[in-house]
């Protein structure tokens, strides 16, 4: 069995997917019948039949499955740091929004009086831009914080699947 942490499991799984995803793509352009007679064409398959690869495809299917259970069952460790990103990602968002609405808030506006001419009124902001602006700041820290901390561990944390397992059908 391999060493495969958090980090190389991430990459193994981009590896299937793509694998997959090219597979699919064959097959679904791929004719499903030849003519009577004739040898199957397996150019576009690298040399396999059709049914082959298939069963490639549903055998890389099957260890991506298997190998996502693994990374869930080794992520219990970054359970918490996970939602709070979750979170945090979320309230970045928010006060995104905020800080752009306080940016482009009008400070005055004009109306029109009853003699034709416009009177400026003075508009008072509703919230602190620099203390929404420094509530952003402080929470993008945050979020680097904890996207370091998930790096690290997942650099560290062993992922329970062995990647020679897959390593053929790559």
Known sequence: MGNLTIASAF???????????KLS????????????????NTSLFDGKT???TIK???????SLRELNLAI??????????????????????????????CRSADKVRYEYNASGGKDKIELEPLLDQKAMV???????????AI???????NFKT???????????LL
């Open 50 to 52: 059709f049914s082959q």
């Open 11 to 21: 990459r193994l799984r981009n590896k299937l997917k793509e694998r997959i995803k």
């Open 56 to 62: 490639t495809t549903e055998a890389l299917m099957s």
């Open 72 to 101: 869930d069952t080794a992520n219990v460790i970054n359970r918490e740091a996970l939602i709070s990103l979750e979170t945090l990602k979320a309230k970045i968002a928010l006060f995104e929004t905020i800080t752009v609405k």
């Open 134 to 144: 420094s509530r952003f700041e402080e929470l993008k820290k945050e979020k680097d």
């Open 25 to 40: 793509s064959q097959i679904s352009y791929a004719a499903a019948v030849k003519d009577t007679g004739t040898e199957e």
């Open 158 to 168: 062993p992922v329970n699947f062995d990647p020679n397992s897959v390593k053929e």
């Open 147 to 153: 996207e370091e901390k998930l790096a690290e561990s």
